[in-house]
């Protein structure tokens, strides 16, 4: 019985940390222009458009990126990691190498006149991995490996 509450919080901790991930990128993707967004108010249209792309991204990421994660989750249920950063430094690492192997750091808007340019992607897509490997682990990795005893 341990095992599937386990596997039923891992499901769930997946979820968050796509959805988190998924508003990380959305919200980095958009800083360029961050001042034209929060003028529209908060009850506008825009608002509402910002959390359709981040529901939508998150769905996705999470079909992306379920093979190599489930393996990374394996691994650490299996070895019992427990560490934060363990899981930050893999969730920027996987959202890295996904990224620029299926080339969708080309589509986030690099402005040419801005500070950061071509770099801007990388951080973006790190930072999304490392808050999604954060969430994940405030949800399920900090217990990786107790159902085992």
Known sequence: M????????VCLAYVF??????????????????EEWTSLGLNSVAVWAVWAVVAVGAAIIASIAALPTLLAIALAEGFAWRSSLLYAALGGALALSLGYGLDVAGYIPGYAGEPGGPAREREVLAAAGIAGGFVYWLFAGRKAGFWKS
Request: hydrophobic share 75%; with cysteine; glycine share 4%.
């Open 2 to 9: 341990a095992v599937i509450a386990r596997i039923l919080m």
């Open 17 to 34: 940390a796509c959805i988190a991930a998924s508003l990380v990128l959305t919200i980095g993707a958009l800083m360029p222009r961050w």
